[in-house]
Structures are given as structure tokens and as C-alpha cells.
């Protein structure tokens, strides 16, 4: 039996620690940065022109989602306070609304299908929209003689060079931390469900996965044969050979772990760039008697095309069928 569900545990673990590691970053780094203006002389224009707090709200509420980064925006200027008293007490509220506004706008943006470039650009112009109106509100709503309008555009002029920053680091960050993270949360989830014993075979792509208590090659070729789509998919399956290695080499399958795999599937997956792993490699599956190759590595065994081995395997699938039923009488 194959059937498909969502995966949706640890997720607010998940969140708890992305948005402790974005707070952690976004305080720790305007200290590195106001370190240096100190030993260059530069004192607080380093940290002011590279705005070193914006680059992890910005990046955790793009990978994230919104709720992680707005809070992360929220509170990093307000633990960076009460750690070091930076920023001042009159800048304080305006700059948590800031980071808060990048991070809830990144967020917003996260599975919104757009270039990388423009959902930062947009989340910027958020948050300093956000903070101009706060800045706004307090000297023409509440009469404050504690900051300046002018401080709207000082801002933007001063962290020019921050920006620029941002909109060559983030892109490139969020790429080698997606294809990382997927690729091993994936794999993580495939295989914690495949050793809780309860199923032979399991296949998981972001939040979706495909189980299967069917034995030997079966999950494989049921799935094919009802059009499952498993291009991308992380796999996890008992004992794999030449047969099911060409199987998920057709099905578009990027990375499988088997407890047993065998010199063959390896020689298949190198062939076609599919990740592999496993805990025994063994030169070739042999039969459930011990007395020679398995019939399905048998099958392939001069096959090379992994279309061409599904239809053989199908085929040898319904000779062992019918010779079981026909024993069976």
C-alpha cells in the first residue's frame, strides 16, 4: 500500500530557533562592525553605513516567513539595548518598527514566485516607508524634539553602502542555504520515517511525502504507474540495486539512502548525478534463497536505459504473478 500526507511536526521548533539564530546574528554583528570603527577610528559610522542588523531580519524573514521575521526585526534592536545600549533610547522604537516592517515584508514575500533581488528591494522600501511615517508621527503627531525628519533621508543616504551589501550577499546566502537546507531536511524526514519501521519505502520533498509498505521494488512501480510525481524527492528504501536505482533514476528521484545497496545502483547513481548513501554496500542483491541473482537485477542486467528497465520490470513483475497463482492451484 502507497499513500501521501503532509509533514508538518517541529515546525514551530523550527521557527523558535531560525528566529533565535536571526536575533543572535543581528545583535552580534553591529558589535564585530562597531569593534572595527572603534580600531579604525571610525567609531559608530562603520555599523551606520553597513547596517549590519538589517542583513539577518531581511534574510531570515525571506527564508523564513513573515511571522519569524517580523519578530526576529522586533526584537534584535531591543536585546541589542539592553546588551549594549545601541541604538540610543530615542532611535530605539523607530528602528524596531523598521526591522520589524523588512522582516513581516520579506516574510509576506517568501513563497511569492519573484526574483530574489526584487522581493528584498520591496521589503526595503517597506521598512523605510514604515520608519519615515514613525519618524513622521512623532515630530508632527507628538511634537518629539528628541529626532529630526531630516534623519529620514541622512538614513538612506549613510546606509547606501548597506544596501548594496544586502543586495549582493542576501541572493547568494539564500541560495546556498535553500539548496542545503532542503536538501538535508528532506533527506532527515525520509529517513527518521523510514527507521520508525513502519514502512519500506519513503519519499519526501519540502512538506510532501510518499510511503509505502510494499515490498521489494513494488513502491517504485506503483508509483510510476500511477504518475506520481517524484522529481526532487528524497528517498529512503530498504535494499536497492540495480532495478530500483534505475526506477528512481526514472522518476527523477535526487538523493537515496538504502540500508543495503548495491555496486551497481552506485555505478547508476554516479551515471546520472543522483546523491547517494547508504549503510552496506554489497557487490550485488542476490534472491531471497540464496541461490543467484535477484530476478530483478537479473532483468536489468543488460539494460541501461531507465525506461527500458521499468517496462522489463514490469513484465517480470506479472511472469512471477502468474507463476505464483498458478503454484497457488
Given amino acids: 500500500m502507497t499513500h501521501s500526507l503532509t509533514l508538518n511536526k517541529s515546525a514551530v521548533k523550527t521557527q523558535t530557533l531560525t528566529t533565535a539564530a536571526a536575533v543572535f546574528a543581528a545583535v552580534a ?19 551606520e553605513a553597513f547596517l549590519p542588523m538589517h542583513l539577518p531580519v531581511l534574510l531570515v524573514g525571506l527564508l523564513a516567513g513573515p511571522a519569524v521575521g517580523m519578530v526576529a526585526g522586533a526584537l534584535s534592536p531591543l536585546i541589542s539595548f539592553a546588551l549594549s545600549g545601541m541604538p540610543t533610547v530615542a532611535l530605539l522604537p523607530f528602528l524596531m518598527i523598521e526591522l520589524a516592517g523588512y522582516g513581516l515584508a520579506a516574510g509576506a514575500l517568501h513563497k511569492v514566485k519573484m526574483p530574489v533581488f526584487g522581493k528584498l528591494l520591496l521589503a526595503q522600501i517597506v521598512g523605510r ?39 549582493c550577499l542576501i541572493p547568494l546566502l539564500m541560495f546556498w542555504m535553500e539548496s542545503r537546507g532542503k536538501r538535508y531536511n528532506d ?24 510511503t509505502s509498505t510494499l515490498s521489494g521494488i513494488s513502491p517504485m512501480v506503483e508509483f510510476i504507474t500511477a504518475g506520481t510525481n517524484l522529481s526532487g524527492y528524497s528517498a529512503a528504501d530498504k535494499i536497492v540495486g540495480k532495478a530500483a536505482a ?11 539512502y538504502a540500508c543495503v545497496m548495491s555496486e551497481q545502483a552506485v555505478k547508476v547513481f554516479l551515471q546520472n548525478g543522483v546523491r547517494y548513501s547508504c549503510d552496506t554496500l554489497t557487490h550485488v542483491i542476490i534472491n531471497r534463497a540464496g541461490t543467484g541473482l535477484c530476478p530483478m537485477e537479473q ?17 517480470t513483475l506479472n511472469l512471477l504473478k502468474t507463476k505464483k497463482m498458478e503454484n497457488a492451484v
Fill in 187 to 210: 533527506m532527515d524526514h525520509a529517513k527518521a520515517l523510514f527507521q520508525s519501521g513502519n514502512y519500506t519505502c519513503v519519499l519526501c520533498k519540502d512538506d510532501i511525502i510518499h
Fill in 29 to 47: 554583528l553591529p558589535q564585530i562592525f562597531h569593534g572595527m570603527g572603534a580600531i579604525s577610528g571610525l567609531g559608530s559610522a562603520l555599523g
Fill in 246 to 256: 534505475m526506477l528512481f533514476v526514472l522518476a527523477g528521484v535526487r538523493e537515496v
Fill in 299 to 315: 532483468t536489468v542486467k543488460y539494460i541501461e536505459n531507465p525506461s527500458d528497465a521499468f517496462d522489463a520490470i514490469k513484465h
Fill in 129 to 167: 516607508i514604515l520608519k519615515a511615517g514613525a519618524l513622521l508621527l512623532a515630530v508632527y503627531g507628538l511634537g518629539s524634539q528628541t529626532v529630526e525628519v531630516s534623519l529620514i533621508w541622512n538614513c538612506v543616504i549613510t546606509g547606501l553602502p548597506g544596501v548594496l551589501l544586502q543586495w
